[in-house]
């Protein structure tokens, strides 16, 4: 029998704290950390049945793991969130930042006030929130790791629509690269993905109509469109110890239809 790969062995034993991972995205990523041997703190705000799902997944690979929810537009539970995951991990080494929304499409002459406070809270004060909690916790555990999720729409400009969502998911790939900096003396490495038309997570269930994935697919090189579980295994790279050098760094997942 092959011995298990050297880069899935170095996650084995990792504890992980994933938002927004009762469906979709987080959901795919947390299932690809517990196959990895993490045990995984599960955050959710309305998908219980996912984050239990995937407890009950943990139980079945001998990991542990924990449903934890919060509104994570409200500093107050992004603080709470992080507290009982670090108790129940025993520590933190490894967060994915991945809570984020699109809202709704809305053009300049559209945008109010509340709009773009919804959308800041939820795209970028959420992250920035739990992640200022999270630091004790992650500087403790050095070498850790913090992975971001960004889009396509922070480097291309998205859609129409999209404006304040392509703005701030720009500024998560500059929030990357300056926290890269201000953490790395500390030994965690902070790095981002930015997924292109990615097929199968509510996010483009919900803002993305059939006819305009076909126009996106038709103009994507490699012909397909991309797979909650190609963000998945791309969050996990950036999160091992096996790329231990990377920092600051975005990686596009996007098929080929735009490179940085």
Known sequence: ?????DYIRRLAGKRVLVTAAGQGLGAAIAAELLE???DVAIHYRSSAAGAEALVSRATFLGRRALAIRADLTKREECEACVDRAVEFLG???ILVNNAGDLVARRRLGEIDESFLRASLAINLES???V????QPALETAAPSAIVNLASLAGRKGGHGGSLV???MKGAVITWTRALSAELGPKGVRVNCVAPGLILGSAFHATHTTPESAAATIA????GRAGTPEDVARAVAY????YDGFITGATLDLNGGVYCA
């Open 219 to 222: 103009g994507i090189p490699l």
């Open 127 to 129: 992250m920035l929130w």
């Open 131 to 134: 992640t200022k909690r999270a």
């Open 36 to 38: 990895r041997g993490c």
């Open 165 to 167: 969502y392509s703005t």
């Open 91 to 93: 520590g933190l080494d």
């Open 238 to 241: 950036l999160a091992s110890e």
């Open 1 to 5: 029998m092959n011995p298990t790969p």
